[in-house]
């Protein structure tokens, strides 16, 4: 009885699931800033990659209906990071006074009308370079936020360092009814609503490698009630809050690098070199 109850549970708990809304978040990269595409890219060393997040609102089976985005605070993650280089983006300020860029190729940083708040020109967003479980990554947070997704105090207003994800780029936008004229243009899409950009020059280093670009889920807004990882949409134009909730699904990028031409060349006259020696 007691195994019964418990596939009782479980399939209500799956059935639960299933019809909970999704935000869908996908990275796509360009090599300029035009033609965006998702899933793994080949380049060279030294290639100049661009890179942008992108959410829409999958309802599930649900009824619920967005009238906009209202709020998600993720950390961008490049994994196998080397010797790269991340290009200069908007690193602080809001909406109205240059924190934010337009979706221009060129202009990297939170997207308008998509940031509505911070960060602070005292704690801005910044690249950390740091080392987990082996492997190198970039991540974009602000500059106090030196701990790695999902560590720090648990507990506390806070939740020190980067549990609560409180630290990561904040992307949102300010409800219907409190837009003003001096407040760039409500947004009401809900689905390919590009949140941010950056852009990455990879190094000369001819080493095969591949670099995936996510956003863990563990350094996104936390739910203080429940505990989830989700984003926040608008309801209705006179929701000032979003009260919408959707956990998050993220279909991450990658670019795999491989020497140039010449370098397969050289590589290749090596090999046979070395063949030759050995007879």
Do not use: C
């Not at 991340?86 to 690193?91: D, G, K, N, R, V």
């Not at 243009?185 to 670009?213: C, E, Q």
Request: hydrophobic share 40%.
């Amino acid at each position: 009885m007691k195994n019964i109850i418990a596939s009782i549970v479980a399939a209500a708990g799956i059935a639960s699931m299933a019809s909970a809304q999704i935000t869908q978040m996908d990275v796509e990269t360009s090599l300029d800033g035009v033609n965006w595409a998702g899933g793994n890219r080949a380049v060279n060393p030294g290639t100049t990659v661009q890179f942008r997040y992108k959410v829409s609102f999958n309802a599930n089976g649900t009824t619920a209906t967005p009238t906009g985005f209202a709020s998600l605070t993720f950390q961008p993650t490049v994994s196998n990071w080397g010797t790269d280089t991340l290009a200069a983006f908007a690193t602080s300020g809001n909406n109205t006074n240059g924190g934010a860029v337009t979706e221009a190729s060129g202009q990297f940083g939170r997207i308008i009308p998509f940031a509505s708040t911070g960060a602070t020109t005292s704690d801005p967003y910044r690249g950390h370079v740091q080392t987990v479980s082996g492997t190198q990554f970039l991540r974009i947070a602000r500059t106090t936020i030196t701990n790695w997704v999902g560590q720090g105090l648990t507990s506390g207003t806070s939740a020190a360092n980067n549990f609560n994800g409180a630290g990561g780029l904040a992307t949102v936008q300010k409800g219907f009814s409190l837009v003003t004229t001096a407040d760039p243009a409500f947004n009401p899409a809900i689905a390919n609503v590009v949140l941010a950009k950056f852009s990455l020059t990879l190094s000369a280093d001819g080493a095969a490698r591949t670099l995936v670009i996510s956003a863990p889920t563990e350094g996104m807004s936390r739910n203080s009630t429940t505990g989830a990882r989700e984003a926040s949409w608008f309801s209705s134009n006179t929701d000032n809050f979003g009260s919408i909730k959707a956990a998050v699904s993220v279909a991450d990028a990658s670019l795999t690098v491989v020497p140039a031409p010449g370098a397969m060349a050289l590589l290749g006259m090596g090999g046979l070199l070395v063949a030759r020696r050995r007879r």
